[in-house]
């Protein structure tokens, strides 16, 4: 009977040993919790969040901050900037980033206001802007061509102007940013002296580069190629019978071996161009695709800017030659 007692009371004792440390590490739990939820005495530890427009964009950005920031962005593989309107969810990320960074230069075309109407409240950069007025091309005299990092010493200049802004907002950190920049523009530079040599190479009669949208203004230009594109600087051009029978006839008269279509643009238009020019007897072929204004999948050779630059190059090589 006393065995009993004794042994009734030795469970009982464990069994609270058990609640007693259930209840300790749940009130660990509870107490973790409502300190992870009260708000952070110093902002010096809160990772930046930057949200940049394209993936061209992000790259540059990323390769700047080196993880020091979460780095974002709104529009992916195949996502054309010029078209892109922002979604309800684009401008809940545009209030809740920090730092913005975009193209500027009409790129965004739809999205300029409230890029704009953003910059009032937080920083906004526009790589555009770092660049000086005399290096930007102005096909019609009115609407500047935005596709600035096609000239891969143009977008140097960009991310240099930029990453000086940047470094502002890590506090500790300024020379690292300002270095990675240094580091990633010497690659950037050096590829651009091999775009450079990678030109040359092709018979001068053959460096006519013909492409749905006018993109490849700064490339032809730095590059030493004569571009064509069916719509103007931005998609959002409409394209009529006529420029599609002059641009077939450009073809057939300048005797251009391929045309090249866009991962960002609908391939038809470029598609009734070669449709025009075999129908007068003429062969002409589809060079490949370019990645003009979007990265291509993050896990392929086109998934930065530096390796999209590298295939574009090599595709219109290959065309070309
Ligand atoms: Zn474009």
Redesign the pocket.
Known sequence: MNLKIFLCSYKFYLCGMKINGFILLFSTLILGLLGACQPEESNANKEIKILCTTGIIADAVENLVQGHAQVNHLMGPGV???LYKASQADVMAMQSADIIVYNGLH?EGKMTEILEKTGKSKPVYALGHYLDSAALIIPDGELVD??IWLDLSLWAQGIQGLSEDLSAHFPGKEKEILLNSESYTKKILDLDEWVVEKMENLPKENRILITS???FGYFGKRYGVEVKGLQG???AAEYGLRDLTNLVDFCIENKVRAVFV?S??NEKSLKAVVEGAVASGYDLKIGGKLY??ALGQKEGPAGNYLGMVRENVETIYSGLE
């Open positions: 054309d900037p010029h790129l935005p596709h949208h006018d993109a600087i931005s998609t866009e960002s643009v003009s204004d």
